[in-house]
């Protein structure tokens, strides 16, 4: 027995170092880091100062500005994400010819880089030379052309959109796989009680997908709260800091400023804030037994 | 007889490491703007110097101080050549980067480098490295399309730059008058630099305090924003162009107007990035208050040692015969770069190949210079955000000088540069 359980530890160490070594340690640090004031360029100021750059940062107008940017942009990418998402799954999860090859299609811009994606955005937005406006104004519906990247909420809008084409695919992959486990006779149930369209979808459907929509939405938030490679492509966190979402202030604050502590400090309160969401939505979604008797 | 193999062979072994370690290797870290020529000439080095081999890196000009700055302190043998530019002296000085080469500096390099462009890499009175080219914003205009509306002359003050943008603008001949670099970074602080001196205004006082937030550097972002809004004769995309992205609408022939570096006109006259070729000349930059002249603001770079630096020696030889008087021809003929030793701007086969040198260096005689600060980086940064804020309508340009100027206190304060 007791050799037995010898052995499970000695399998579980290396990988536990590995951990220790890639993932505490860095964390470790960098919550060690955000209570000094640790600054790259300014070696002779360092000095452990407790809470200090955290009552900094929640005073910062610049920190308050970036988490409503941020706000923004998760809640309204996430939840048009979703809703795309959610009806391109239930349309693939039909019987029709082209299903496979849409199935297929639906991945590509998933798995196109979020750089190029991010470049190609920026073009097709461009004021002079942008795709977008071509379109536009040959339809008609502009007589100038639009500097869709000029304006703080401008911008915001139009990196918001470049994520949802890249990204709402996610959704459809992930529902499309549940909606598949979802029996047939569910629905053929739903369809003999007399259930239209939109009751199949909400007594059906929706309850039967939520650990499903629980973790792909606890997985978008989180990753689009630290959003950032789309941000330095398409705006670099303009115009007057518009687009400046937490990530990029903490990249700002961090490798641009190099006040590393004050960075550490606010990665730490970002790590906290998408924490928090993840636990509230896996708790409200998740805990519930499925119910279809209702 | 065996023992004797083996010795052989090890002292084989030990001859072809001790050739491979007697070359030298320096790393050198460059921005992309003049990378080409650079990465050109090192062989024509290398069969100089047979013992010293040179690695060149390259980054766009926007990554480049954070990239050596991160690079050198946590490895201060990261690299043995740094480009510099003039604003990052001061700061990279203070850290104890760059070696002082006063003493390595030949009576040939005194005469011959024209001493205002040598004073960018110098700081406290000592000399930190080699200028590679001198270079200032440059004011190109369509002449062509200033024909094609009637007028004979590019405007010389901001006045006649707001009309004369308006005519072709109304001749159908042009879109906007100009299109600028104001996106949110460094670019947008040269732009400003070069409309406060013509404005008559300056960014801090003899205290150093600021003084940008009234006066001429508050009439410059007045200008700024009317011309954008009230006159309409800039294209409103300058808010989001930087200095390599307006260089589109000058050669496309969309606006007759810009402002660049010397190596625009290269691309203004390349037949496959350019539809005016011929069409694009230099002129002084307009002024905007009587008794100025003109003003632009400075951009040069240059190459220095850095202090941790295991092949100093080596990495003199190489900055040195960059700044020589030979590859600076070369770089000139080739590139468009204003060269820093100063005969060769009456050199009659480079005057020959780039007659825009003779208007350009008039234009040296105008020029201001960003601020010279150990947190230049981070001043540069708050004013960018405020100049931002205004253009974009987000806040009255006086309301975000004075912030501006206030968070730039608190800063300098903090770090001790004010009382």
Redesign the interface.
Known sequence: MKKKNMTRWAMIIPATVVLAFVLLYPIGNTIWLSFRREH???PTMNAFVGFQNYSYILQSSDFLQSLKVTAYFTGVSVFIEFVIGLFTAILLNQDFKMKAFLRVLVVLPWAIPTVANGVMWQWIF????GALNGLLSQLGLISEYV?W????FG?LNSVIIADIWKNCWFFTIVLLGALQAIPKNYYEAAYVDGAGFWKKLFKVTLPLLKPAIAISLVLRISEAFKAFDIIYIM????????TQVLSYYVY?TA????RMGRGAAISTVVTALILIIAIIFTNVLMREEVDLSA | MKKLNVLFLVSLLVLFALTGFSKETIKVISSDDFAAFRREVIPEFEKLYPDIEVELTSVGYNQLYQKEVTSLIANPKAYDVIDVDCIWTPEFVTLGLLEQIDDRLTPEMKEEIIPSVMTILQYGGKTYGLPMFDDVLFFYYNEKMLEEAGLSEPPTTYDEFVSFSKTIMDKGLAKYGSVWGWAQAEGLICYYTQLIGAFGGKFFDENGYPAFNSGGGLEALKWMVDSIYEYGVVDPSSITSDDRALLHGVANGDVPFGFDWSFAWTIFNDPEQSTQVGNIKVGLCPTGKDGIVSNTSSGSMGFAITKQSEHKDAAWKFISFLASKEMQKQQAIDYGAMPVVESLYSDPEILELHPEFGPMLSQLSYVTDRPSLVSYNEVSRILQIYIQRALTKDMEPKEALDAAAKEIVDLLKEYGEIN
């Open positions: 790259l360029l300014r461009d004021t002079n030379y500097n990247l000029g304006t703080p911008a705006t670099k966190g303009g115009p007057a800091n518009g700002h490798f641009e400023s190099l």
